[in-house]
Structures are given as structure tokens and as C-alpha cells.
């Protein structure tokens, strides 16, 4: 499984953005797909995720509400919608592809993942 993660940028405190991963070279309808980030000098963590099949979907505690996670079964591509940016929210962020299971706050249960995408949020 490819994975591309695009739509990352500057955007200013209080404000949205939407990032994209786009999945190919297999089908992902078994998968778990997570999003997740890291920041400079901070460990990677994870943000949210979807199960493909079903379309469960899980946050972060600390972002429920403010991140969601949503999926395109037709163009093979899942979304992380972040609103009320923060500062702290300023990462790399990564899309991910792995087996589905409960474990999908885990790094280590995904598989496959993207390059990376990234967001900085400021004034």
C-alpha cells in the first residue's frame, strides 16, 4: 500500500484545514487508517482513525471535536479535518495503513504510512 498524505500548510490560529492521504496499490477496505503527528523533539502521537470497513471512526481524548477523520471509499482517500488550530498543533503530520484491530492508537500496529505532511499553525 502507497500512501500520500497532502494538504498540509500555514494557516493561522482559530483556523481549518483539511489534509488528504490518498491510498493505492492494494485495497484498504480490511485496514485500519490512523492519522497521526510529530512535533519537533516530541515523540510521534496519534491524532485519529478510521476503520475502513464500517467507517468507525476514533480521536485522540485530547481532540475530540476538533479533529475528525472521515474516508472517500470511491477515490480510495481518507481526510483529517482539524479545526480551532493551535500553535501546539504545528507537526509533521502522517497517514498510516495497518490490519484492522483495537489497537489503532498504536504507531506500531499500522503497517504502511506516508511521507508526511506539514501543518504550521501561526500568526
Known amino acids: 500500500v502507497q500512501l500520500q498524505a497532502f494538504g498540509g500548510g500555514l494557516v493561522q490560529p482559530g483556523g481549518s484545514l483539511r489534509l488528504s492521504c490518498a491510498a493505492s496499490g492494494r485495497p484498504v477496505r480490511n485496514y485500519n487508517m490512523g492519522w497521526f503527528r510529530q512535533a519537533t523533539g516530541k515523540e510521534r502521537e496519534f491524532v485519529a482513525g478510521?476503520?475502513?470497513?464500517?467507517?468507525?471512526?476514533y480521536s485522540a481524548d485530547s481532540e475530540k471535536g476538533r479533529m475528525t477523520t472521515s474516508r472517500d471509499s470511491s477515490k480510495n482517500t481518507v481526510y483529517l479535518q482539524m479545526n480551532y488550530l493551535k500553535p501546539e498543533d504545528t507537526a509533521v503530520y502522517y497517514c498510516?495503513?495497518?490490519?484492522?484491530?483495537?489497537?489503532?492508537?498504536?504507531?506500531?500496529?499500522?503497517?504502511?504510512w506516508g511521507q508526511g505532511t506539514l501543518v504550521t499553525v501561526s500568526s
Open positions: 478510521i476503520r475502513w470497513s464500517g467507517g468507525s471512526t
Open positions: 498510516a495503513a495497518g490490519p484492522a484491530g483495537p489497537y489503532y492508537r498504536d504507531s506500531n500496529s499500522y503497517t504502511y
